[in-house]
């Protein structure tokens, strides 16, 4: 049962003296799970008048009811499993094959770090758009009809990428994945994963989400690598950039075959055994966007999921410091960028089974605290070709820091208070700010890399994430004050 509730003022009197209760001055979400919350705000609606003075105060409430019963857990398994599959499928073409392959993404398509980054960065402009857009969508629509569609469009870019455009016409072909897999697609799926986990369930939801995720992007990518090496001899060096481009053809066509059957499945047998009625709305107000926005926790939010997504982004230039600083060839670089695939199923399903035991938003704040030390690793200087250990355990730090907390930051929505059936509408608005660096962390990186060669470039990029981890991490521990410690 949730009730929107916005006050022009409230004033309790306490013996002779009044005093106005400022800090709900402005408009409140209720979610109530338990008879005890019920009772509080029944309590709290029966306030009529307060008389101070001779001077007459009045609460004015507006609220409406928006469904009457807590959720509860009620989808079937297949359902997560679906959602996992679309949820890494319709990221293959524009995110997970340059993650891999970047040595290779660079090579056949004849761009330069900068000019990839700027196609990252067309992606985000467009996707911050499709943000904003698409939010309310999927309070209104079947989730599982928007993302097969979505689905459907992505697979079809894969047509144009397995052509080799040219660099204008691929800042084309990126806005439009900017659109197809974020205004149809993204918030249906952290608002389908929401009505996975019920009210207890949140952590598990999310961290088997991503871990999920996770371990689609990684079996792929060692399903793209056997493909791209049975057309590519063993002395790699020596493969003309005709051979190369012939054999990432493959593995371009392959993935928007799967994308395309994912659709199939999603849109036929996604469904939730949730009343769909229940969690949409027939429309979206302006009012209630407003309210949405104005909640603390969509605010912290906001910070948290930029922070967080820095150092997701920097995920795809380690395979790149694993050829250029760890001097590895381009089949040695990619395995890199697969194992760090695997890292993110391996932490998102441990995190899943663990961290409802706990309080998430406490986890989320350590997470920050891994990127904040991976990055310093980085930064510094100290790996080098001989710090083979010392790499691939840097390697793993970051990788928990980012994937945990990736896993989770969604996942602490149920602790703010965040109302389930305009989770659409919250995600839109969080993810304009949140997801800001698809626009600029591509361009600042290739910049580092391109201006300073080698391992300096490498450095500054890590120095970077090491001071957006430092803000994340000041805003995660204000979220955990404010929310998960009971409050």
């Given at each position: 049962?949730?009730?929107?509730?916005?006050?022009d003022?409230?004033?309790?009197?306490?013996?002779n003296?009044?005093?106005?209760?400022?800090?709900?001055?402005?408009?409140?979400?209720?979610?109530?799970?338990?008879?005890?919350?019920?009772?509080?705000?029944?309590?709290l609606?029966?306030?009529?008048?307060?008389?101070?003075?001779?001077?007459q105060?009045?609460t004015i409430?507006?609220?409406?009811?928006?469904?009457?019963?807590?959720?509860q857990?009620?989808a079937p398994?297949?359902?997560l499993?679906?959602?996992?599959?679309?949820?890494?499928?319709v990221?293959?073409?524009p995110?997970?094959?340059?993650?891999?392959?970047?040595?290779?993404?660079?090579?056949?398509?004849?761009l330069?770090?900068?000019e990839l980054?700027f196609?990252?960065?067309?992606?985000?402009?467009?996707?911050?758009?499709?943000?904003?857009l698409?939010?309310?969508?999927?309070d209104k629509?079947?989730p599982?009809k928007l993302?097969?569609?979505?689905?459907?469009?992505?697979?079809?870019?894969?047509?144009?990428?397995?052509?080799f455009?040219?660099?204008?016409?691929?800042?084309?072909?990126?806005g439009?994945?900017?659109?197809?897999?974020i205004?149809?697609?993204?918030?249906?799926?952290?608002?389908?994963?929401?009505?996975?986990?019920?009210?207890?369930?949140?952590g598990?939801?999310?961290?088997?989400?991503?871990?999920?995720?996770?371990?689609?992007?990684?079996?792929?990518?060692?399903l793209g690598?056997?493909?791209?090496?049975?057309?590519?001899?063993?002395?790699?060096?020596?493969?003309?950039?005709?051979?190369?481009?012939?054999?990432?053809?493959?593995?371009?066509?392959?993935?928007a075959?799967?994308?395309?059957?994912?659709?199939?499945?999603?849109w036929?047998?996604?469904?939730?055994?949730?009343?769909?009625?229940?969690?949409l709305?027939?429309?979206?107000?302006?009012?209630?966007?407003i309210?949405?926005?104005?909640?603390?926790?969509?605010q912290?939010?906001?910070?948290?999921?930029?922070?967080?997504?820095?150092?997701?982004?920097?995920?795809?230039?380690?395979?790149?410091?694993?050829?250029?600083?760890?001097?590895?060839?381009?089949?040695?670089?990619?395995?890199?960028?697969?194992f760090?695939?695997f890292?993110?199923?391996?932490?998102?399903?441990?995190?899943?089974?663990?961290?409802?035991?706990?309080?998430?938003?406490?986890?989320l704040?350590?997470?920050?605290v891994?990127?904040l030390?991976?990055?310093?690793?980085?930064?510094?200087?100290?790996?080098n070709?001989s710090?083979?250990?010392?790499?691939?355990l840097?390697?793993?730090?970051?990788?928990?820091?980012?994937?945990?907390?990736r896993?989770?930051y969604?996942?602490?929505?149920e602790?703010?208070?965040?109302?389930?059936?305009?989770?659409?509408?919250?995600?839109?608005?969080?993810?304009?700010i949140?997801?800001?660096?698809?626009?600029f962390?591509?361009?600042?990186?290739?910049?580092?890399?391109?201006t300073?060669?080698?391992?300096?470039?490498?450095?500054y990029?890590?120095?970077?994430?090491?001071?957006?981890?430092?803000?994340g991490?000041?805003?995660a521990v204000?979220?955990?004050r404010?929310y998960?410690?009971?409050?």
């Amino acid at each position: 049962m949730i009730f929107f509730i916005s006050m022009d003022d409230i004033t309790f009197k306490r013996g002779n003296r009044s005093v106005s209760n400022k800090k709900y001055s402005k408009a409140l979400i209720l979610n109530p799970h338990s008879k005890e919350e019920l009772l509080k705000l029944i309590f709290l609606l029966s306030i009529q008048q307060r008389t101070t003075n001779n001077e007459q105060r009045t609460t004015i409430f507006h609220w409406f009811l928006v469904s009457f019963k807590p959720m509860q857990q009620k989808a079937p398994w297949y359902y997560l499993v679906l959602l996992i599959l679309a949820g890494e499928a319709v990221f293959i073409l524009p995110f997970v094959l340059p993650r891999i392959f970047r040595p290779t993404v660079l090579d056949v398509l004849q761009l330069t770090n900068v000019e990839l980054g700027f196609c990252f960065s067309v992606y985000g402009m467009v996707a911050i758009g499709s943000y904003l857009l698409g939010g309310p969508l999927a309070d209104k629509y079947p989730p599982r009809k928007l993302m097969a569609i979505a689905l459907w469009m992505t697979a079809a870019g894969g047509l144009l990428y397995a052509a080799f455009p040219s660099f204008e016409v691929l800042k084309i072909l990126y806005g439009y994945w900017g659109f197809t897999t974020i205004f149809l697609f993204w918030a249906p799926m952290i608002k389908a994963t929401r009505v996975w986990g019920g009210t207890s369930s949140q952590g598990k939801a999310f961290g088997l989400l991503d871990g999920g995720r996770g371990l689609t992007g990684f079996l792929f990518g060692l399903l793209g690598v056997f493909i791209f090496s049975i057309f590519i001899s063993e002395n790699v060096e020596k493969v003309s950039l005709i051979e190369r481009q012939e054999a990432f053809k493959y593995v371009i066509y392959f993935a928007a075959a799967i994308i395309s059957f994912i659709g199939i499945l999603t849109w036929f047998f996604m469904k939730s055994g949730v009343d769909e009625k229940k969690i949409l709305v027939e429309k979206i107000t302006y009012s209630q966007i407003i309210i949405v926005l104005k909640l603390p926790a969509v605010q912290l939010l906001m910070v948290i999921i930029l922070c967080a997504y820095v150092g997701y982004k920097i995920t795809d230039i380690v395979s790149l410091y694993a050829e250029q600083v760890m001097l590895y060839n381009e089949i040695e670089s990619a395995k890199v960028g697969t194992f760090l695939q695997f890292l993110r199923p391996t932490t998102g399903i441990l995190l899943g089974l663990l961290v409802d035991r706990l309080r998430i938003s406490g986890v989320l704040v350590l997470s920050f605290v891994a990127c904040l030390l991976g990055g310093v690793l980085f930064a510094s200087g100290l790996i080098n070709p001989s710090a083979v250990v010392l790499f691939f355990l840097s390697v793993v730090i970051i990788a928990v820091g980012v994937y945990s907390a990736r896993a989770l930051y969604f996942a602490v929505m149920e602790e703010g208070k965040i109302p389930l059936v305009l989770t659409g509408t919250a995600v839109g608005l969080i993810s304009v700010i949140g997801y800001m660096p698809d626009i600029f962390a591509g361009p600042a990186f290739g910049y580092f890399l391109d201006t300073y060669p080698g391992k300096l470039g490498h450095q500054y990029a890590f120095w970077m994430l090491t001071g957006f981890s430092l803000v994340g991490g000041t805003a995660a521990v204000i979220y955990y004050r404010l929310y998960g410690r009971g409050n």
